[in-house]
């Protein structure tokens, strides 16, 4: 039961990435539930979101075509932020019923953030998918690219991964001296290996 409730959930969220249940749930839906995630403040709106597991994107994009629309069962939600601890949630969705679940997000005291930083820049396509450096999840590709905008890490050996559901995750090492920029570069391929590699500035 378990494995069928994962493959359910999985195909549902293939089908969310894609986009292709939208036209049919935007009547009446009296089979799925949706669920509404809302925010306390900026920094529960940028922090990533996931189902059973599966990342499905940034808090405050999942509305309108990108409401979260779930199979009646048991499911978990686990909102993450870098330097913040987990916010999880059990939950029984319901067909045709709605719940609201306000997100609050709690500081980690147990993270310390560097005193002497390296900084890498991200220019990767799409710009919603997740971002996790050396394990951790710290944001969406969005909030480390553009003018002024770059995601500051201890130097040494990193490693970073980049990912989105229905495209192939990219994974890169960067090794970084104090103060060192780089750009990290990619366009996510559906279906087929992402190729990327980190540029030097």
């Known amino acids: 039961m378990n494995s069928l409730r994962k493959a359910c959930a999985f195909l549902w969220l293939t089908l969310f990435s894609t986009q292709l249940l939208i036209p049919v749930l ?3 839906n009296k089979i799925l539930g949706k669920i509404e995630l809302v925010g306390a403040s900026k920094v529960e709106n940028t922090s990533g979101v996931w189902i059973d597991g599966q990342y499905v994107g940034y808090l405050n994009e999942l509305k309108g075509s990108k409401k979260l629309l ?3 069962g048991e499911h978990e939600i686990t909102v993450r932020q870098g330097g913040y601890l987990d916010f999880t949630q059990k939950l029984s969705v319901r067909a045709g019923e709605k719940q609201t679940i306000p997100v609050k997000m709690e500081r980690d005291t147990r993270v310390a953030f560097p005193q002497v930083t390296a900084e890498i820049k991200l220019d990767v396509k799409p710009n919603r ?3 996790f450096v050396d394990g951790v999840f710290v ?3 969005a909030e480390f ?6 995601l500051l890490v201890t130097p040494g050996k990193r490693k970073i991964k980049i990912t989105l559901p229905g495209y192939q995750t990219f994974e890169t090492d960067i090794e970084l001296v104090a103060n060192q920029k780089s750009t990290v570069k990619t366009e996510m391929v559906s279906g087929g290996p992402a190729e990327g590699t980190p540029l030097p500035q």
């Open 139 to 141: 944001g969406h590709v």
């Open 70 to 72: 779930l199979l009646p």
């Open 26 to 28: 935007h009547a009446d």
């Open 145 to 150: 690219s553009g003018l002024g905008r770059a």
């Open 129 to 131: 998918a997740a971002v």
